[in-house]
């Protein structure tokens, strides 16, 4: 079945640093890759819907310039989390639709973020 | 604005015991996920149901969906410890861009 690989599973950073999360689709291309935040005990929220060689649509709410998402091939989209702040800290996962199966949603494996 | 419910958000249950999750959805849409979450995890899908009256079952789970009543229910047959975990549903909604949107999760918990 299709694999989305997102890496780190963990990191921690200082306040201020910046930080990017990289999430392929392995066996798949995916023209449109999504970005979840998950705060502890609560549901998934999309931050930002990346495409591929466009730039990514971000929901609500959610500062562009602070959470900078490149999506350069039809494998690998990227989240970049700039000038990081201990309110960022929350676990960040990335979701791969396989456009030649177009009901079918391939989660990464999540990325645990900690700023300090 | 679109809502998905979960109910109920907090589950108890004994060892053997059946009991049913209920997603209510306030949009259009003919598929509905479900997805079992362990703590520190990321999401494991269970399963897709993409047309009314769609039903799906795995071991003691079993997935229903009802369009017309924007209803999907997730049963669960004489629970086991292992089946602790939270379970989120999930819509896809019509004319999206293919964006899920989530219930809040139920948190099951299966004690001996």
């Known amino acids: 079945g299709a694999v989305v690989s997102q890496h780190p599973s963990r990191v921690i950073c200082k306040s201020g640093t910046s930080v990017k999360i990289e999430c392929r689709s392995l066996d798949f291309q995916a023209t449109t890759m999504f970005w979840y935040r998950q705060f502890p005990k609560q549901s998934l929220m999309l931050m930002a819907t990346s495409n591929e060689g466009s730039k990514a649509t971000y929901e609500q709410g959610v500062e562009k310039d602070k959470f900078l998402i490149n999506h350069a091939s039809l494998t690998l989209s990227t989240l970049t989390v700039t000038s990081a702040h201990p309110e960022d800290s929350s676990f960040y996962i990335c979701?791969?639709?396989?456009?030649?199966?177009?009901?079918?949603?391939?989660f990464g494996s999540g990325t645990r973020l900690t700023v300090v | 604005e679109l809502k998905v419910e979960q109910n109920p958000l907090f589950l108890s249950m004994q060892e053997g015991k059946n009991y049913t999750i209920y997603c209510n959805y306030s949009?259009?849409?003919?598929?509905l996920y479900w997805y079992r979450q362990d703590p520190g995890k990321s999401l494991e899908s269970l399963f897709v149901?993409?047309?009314?009256?769609a039903v799906k079952q795995e071991g003691r789970l079993m997935a229903s969906l009802d369009t017309k009543a924007r209803l999907s229910t997730l049963h669960i047959t004489a629970a086991v410890h292992d089946l602790s975990a939270t379970y989120f549903c999930?819509?896809?909604?019509?004319?999206?861009?293919?964006?899920?949107?989530f219930g809040k999760g139920t948190k099951l918990s299966v004690k001996p």
């Open positions: 949009t259009t849409s003919d598929r």
């Open positions: 999930a819509v896809d909604p019509a004319g999206s861009q293919g964006n899920l949107i």
């Open positions: 149901l993409l047309s009314n009256g």
């Open positions: 979701s791969a639709r396989d456009p030649l199966v177009g009901w079918s949603y391939t």
